[in-house]
């Protein structure tokens, strides 16, 4: 069977941004050789963090939630690659830092459950619904060519 890239949503919150930790959470992300095909930093507003976490409407965390996610600058990503959406949830780790892996973003950078550092969408629907969220779709690169190809087009050489 033929394998198919993913893609996925993933975000660094507030916390890890402000800690000045985006370039080495997105370094573990590039080392797995997962492709950045979006990439952005912006405020959320709030009528992104309703949408992007209405499953969580009405638990006691909620509101806290809504305010830590809306709190600071955002760094959005989204990710392509093979499993890339279990493969995001692996690397970030438990959702509680406390339990997470060592090894892990959450369990290297995060103490707190409440201030996790990372959020990566949870199935193929969450991730297309999550896209759609905080990119509209010309944001998105995805077509590129390899430097072979570019080497090997003649017709400006000099
Ligand atoms: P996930 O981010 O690992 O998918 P979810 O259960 O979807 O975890 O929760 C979304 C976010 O809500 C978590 O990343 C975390 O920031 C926050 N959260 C989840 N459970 C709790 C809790 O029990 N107390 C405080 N915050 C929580
Ligand atoms: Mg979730």
Known sequence: MAHT??????????D??????????????????????????LMVSPEQAAKHYEEHYGKPFYDRLIRYIS????VAMVL???????GVRQLMGATDP????????????AQLKEYNSV???????????????YFNPEELCTE??????L????EDFI
């Open 5 to 14: 890239e993913e893609r996925t949503f993933v975000a660094i919150k507030p």
């Open 16 to 41: 890890a941004v402000i800690r000045g930790l985006t370039s080495t959470i997105i370094k573990r992300f590039e080392d797995k050789g997962y492709k950045i095909i979006g990439l952005k930093m």
């Open 71 to 74: 709190s600071g600058p955002i």
């Open 80 to 86: 392509q690659g093979y499993n890339v959406i279990k």
């Open 98 to 109: 406390a339990e997470a892996q060592v090894g892990t973003i959450r369990a290297d950078f």
């Open 119 to 133: 959020h990566g969408s949870d199935s193929a629907e969450s991730a297309e619904r999550e896209i759609s969220i």
């Open 144 to 149: 590129w060519k390899n430097m072979t190809e």
């Open 151 to 154: 080497v090997t087009e003649k």
